[in-house]
């Protein structure tokens, strides 16, 4: 969620973010989130990972915050 703040200062319109995330609990709260500046948001679990873990990349293209946002 750190990294939201830090997209939403940062980030230019039509913008593309990539992290690795470790998926929990809060999951969908993340998803839901990111869904709110973005308008395409994906997981990929790399191939090259332990099918145990539970590492994954988000991945958000075309920022789009809304309109009357204003990042604080």
């Known amino acids: 969620m ?3 703040n ?3 200062l940062t980030l230019d319109q039509n913008g593309v ?3 690795k995330v470790f998926l929990g609990t ?7 989130q990111f869904r709110t500046f ?5 997981f990929l679990k790399p191939h090259s990972s332990r099918a145990s873990s539970v ?3 988000i991945i958000c293209m ?4 809304p309109h009357n946002y204003i990042p604080v």
């Not at 809060?26 to 839901?32: I, K, S």
């Not at 973005?38 to 994906?42: A, C, G, P, Y």
Request: glycine share 0%.
């Open 17 to 19: 973010f990539v992290a």
């Open 55 to 57: 590492e994954n990349f």
């Open 2 to 4: 750190a990294a939201l």
């Open 26 to 32: 809060d999951y969908t709260l993340l998803e839901a």
């Open 62 to 65: 075309n920022y789009q915050p």
């Open 38 to 42: 973005f308008n395409r948001v994906e």
């Open 6 to 8: 830090i997209v939403n």
